[in-house]
């Protein structure tokens, strides 16, 4: 248990680096976890509703954020084609470019340099953490699509090998290129 205990209090020491006071590099950290998240989301979560969602806040502040990043031009909202009162989000060739100055990126370096088996382990636990966290609060983290309990693998196909994928959730294909991106409604396998 104290090893437990001991893991959690550095867990919490990592969180304030990535939640601080005041701005680096022009953003609070609101908005770097925003810019950070919609550069890696799926095209179901890059919308002000799911950002409100991962981020843990209301749709209004989620709109406040959006405004911010727009008016540093790191961020620009479309009108879905399907349906005009749908909004999709898009990082700029701007905004991917200054997640160069992201806070977290001394964390990622840090875990960069560990062996790959190391690498697995640490991002497995956190998983299982999040997990073991869901189950109990009845909630569910984001995580990335190819670990859904929805994503279907339809076939493969043997010419050019790339696998097809059906979300079952969204009733959509979804490339393959796509099965590593993060989605707000991820849900995972229950034992
Ligand atoms: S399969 Fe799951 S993670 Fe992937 S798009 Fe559908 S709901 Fe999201």
């Known amino acids: 248990m104290n090893l437990a205990r001991e893991a959690i209090e550095l867990l919490g020491q990592v969180a304030q680096i990535l939640w601080f006071e005041g701005t680096k590099h022009g953003m609070r950290d609101r908005e770097w976890m925003a810019l950070r998240?919609?550069?890696?989301?799926?095209?179901?979560?890059r919308t002000p509703s799911a950002l409100a969602s991962y981020v843990g806040t209301t749709r209004g502040t989620a709109s406040f954020i959006i405004g911010e990043l727009e008016r540093l031009g790191y961020l620009e909202r479309k009108r879905s084609a399907k349906d005009k009162r749908s909004v999709m989000l898009s990082v700029t060739l701007q905004g991917k470019k200054f997640l160069a100055r992201d806070p977290v990126n001394g964390l990622v370096e840090a875990i960069a340099v560990l062996e790959?088996?190391?690498?697995?382990?640490?991002?497995?636990?956190?998983?299982h953490v999040l997990d073991q966290a869901d189950a109990a609060e009845q909630r569910h983290h984001t995580d990335v699509c190819k670990r859904c309990i929805f994503l279907r693998e339809d076939r493969t196909s043997s010419e050019n090998?790339?696998?097809?994928?059906?979300?079952?959730?969204?009733?959509?294909?979804?490339?393959e290129t796509e099965v590593d991106l993060l989605c707000t409604s991820y849900e995972h396998h229950r034992q």
């Not at 790959?116 to 998983?127: F, G, H, P, T």
């Not at 090998?161 to 490339?175: D, M, N, S, W």
């Open 116 to 127: 790959e088996d190391s690498k697995i382990r640490l991002r497995d636990i956190l998983r």
């Open 161 to 175: 090998k790339t696998a097809e994928f059906t979300c079952r959730l969204f009733r959509a294909p979804i490339a």
């Open 37 to 45: 998240f919609l550069s890696r989301a799926n095209r179901f979560s």
